[in-house]
């Protein structure tokens, strides 16, 4: 059986450590030019050299994102980060999509991994071994690929050539780049040649009870969400992930908060290692979707791997977002009197019940029973984002560094904030 990886986003340093900490394999990263999430925070040099370090101290590995479809003017200066990330920062492997930086890539430094993004498209075994004679060592999957498809795929490479799939996380409506609607709406193929430019097409809004009155869609200052997709969550199909033959798990999310960073790799981590553990006797853990819906996500759905473009075009028509709980705090240490010092992220009350995520195992909520500000004044409440505080609970319990904190619903009946 293959180990199949556990792979996180990391958008920061932070997020890099508290993927880590929550038990990830590997972690994908950017620096601040040449990738595709250029609204994530990102690594300058030195971040980079020291985070990737700091990975492999730890035992995990770093992917560095290369993977935009290269202009004239980004190929006139991409020499030089690719020699920084490969003999400096000392990445373990580059993502890439365009051929151009492929071959700069191979010319600069020969003996740097590459995996081939998801932005190439790879959608059959030809082009996976097209791209393993140039030397690539991994594909990572187009999206639209059912796991029947990748199971035929992996039976037609080379046994050292990984395959990477995304399993949680937003998808786009244009998955791997690639304009679904034409199928949908159609049943013509977009990048088979028969794409009837539905993006083209004039759409309204029409309320279900009143038929005749149809509305042109606008769009207001937050955007318009007729063609929003569901969001990727596949925490419940580990076994057929790996059945098909897929070596590593990809978590979407360089642009989400740490909190998201560390609830996905926990239970992808626990999902995973029970499996390989107990094939036969695997079954989903209810923490782990729990822990998953208290995340700001759109409606969860499996994808294209049970389904095609043509049957379910995957599209959110009813919400946007789903956000049923939110952090408060995470632990920052444990002072000498037994209580903890803590930072603030949203506001929080005394009297409050707190959710717990910790690293290790789970925790029963705990309820606020009294809080101080640094210099021993009482709180009744902590209002300001990251205010250090210290904390005491209504039971004695152990909770490490990186500890998160979040309760159920807003208080204030505001909206929480995206980055958590």
């Given at each position: 059986?293959?180990?199949?990886?556990?792979?996180?986003?990391?958008?920061?340093?932070?997020?890099?450590?508290?993927?880590?900490?929550?038990?990830?394999?590997?972690?994908?990263?950017?620096?601040?030019?040449?990738?595709?999430?250029?609204?994530?925070?990102?690594?300058?040099?030195?971040?980079?050299?020291?985070?990737?370090?700091?990975?492999?101290?730890?035992?995990?590995?770093?992917?560095?994102?290369?993977?935009?479809?290269?202009?004239?003017?980004?190929?006139?200066?991409?020499?030089?980060?690719?020699?920084?990330?490969?003999?400096?920062?000392?990445?373990?492997?580059?993502?890439?999509?365009?051929?151009?930086?492929?071959?700069?890539?191979?010319?600069?430094?020969?003996?740097?991994?590459?995996?081939?993004?998801?932005?190439?498209?790879?959608?059959?075994?030809?082009?996976?071994?097209?791209?393993?004679?140039?030397?690539?060592?991994?594909?990572?999957?187009?999206?639209e690929l059912s796991l029947e498809q990748i199971k035929k795929i992996r039976s037609n490479i080379p046994s050292d050539l990984e395959l990477e799939a995304f399993v949680h996380g937003a998808m786009c409506v244009s998955y791997s780049g690639r304009c679904i609607l034409s199928n949908y709406f159609t049943g013509r193929r977009s990048n088979g040649g028969a794409c009837a430019q539905p993006c083209r097409w004039g759409y309204s809004l029409v309320e279900e009870k009143r038929p005749d009155s149809a509305f042109p869609i606008e769009e207001d200052e937050r955007g318009t969400y007729i063609l929003s997709s569901k969001d990727l969550s596949m925490i419940e199909h580990i076994p057929d992930l790996v059945d098909a033959g897929v070596d590593s798990l990809k978590i979407e999310g360089r642009i989400k908060g740490d909190y998201y960073a560390a609830v996905t790799a926990k239970v992808y981590r626990e999902a995973v290692d029970l499996y390989l553990k107990d094939p036969e006797g695997w079954k989903v853990n209810p923490s782990w979707p729990d822990l998953l819906e208290k995340l700001t996500h759109r409606d969860y759905d499996t994808g294209f791997f049970y389904d095609s473009p043509m049957d379910d075009a995957k599209i959110a028509m009813d919400r946007t977002y789903v956000k049923p709980a939110f952090v408060v705090a995470q632990i920052a240490g444990r002072n000498a009197d037994g209580s903890y010092k803590a930072v603030q992220k949203n506001k929080l009350y005394n009297g409050d019940v707190l959710n717990v995520l910790k690293p290790e195992g789970y925790e029963q909520p705990l309820k606020v029973v009294s809080m101080t500000d640094m210099d021993g004044a009482v709180l009744d409440s902590v209002p300001h984002p990251g205010t250090e505080f210290n904390v005491r609970f209504d039971r004695e319990t152990d909770l490490p560094e990186l500890t998160f904190l979040s309760r159920d619903g807003d208080k204030d009946g505001g909206i929480a904030p995206m980055s958590c």
């Open positions: 059986m293959r180990r199949p990886e556990v792979l996180s986003p990391a958008g920061n340093p932070v997020k890099l450590k508290t993927a880590i900490a929550y038990g990830a394999d590997a972690v994908y990263m950017s620096g601040k030019k040449f990738g595709l999430r250029t609204f994530s925070d990102n690594f300058d040099r030195d971040e980079m050299k020291a985070s990737i370090a700091y990975a492999h101290e730890h035992g995990v590995k770093c992917y560095v994102t290369m993977n935009i479809m290269g202009l004239e003017e980004d190929l006139a200066n991409i020499n030089d980060d690719i020699d920084f990330t490969a003999h400096e920062a000392k990445a373990d492997a580059v993502l890439v999509s365009d051929p151009g930086i492929f071959t700069r890539v191979r010319d600069v430094a020969p003996d740097l991994e590459i995996h081939i993004s998801t932005q190439a498209s790879t959608t059959n075994s030809e082009a996976c071994n097209f791209w393993y004679r140039q030397g690539a060592r991994r594909i990572v999957l187009a999206r």
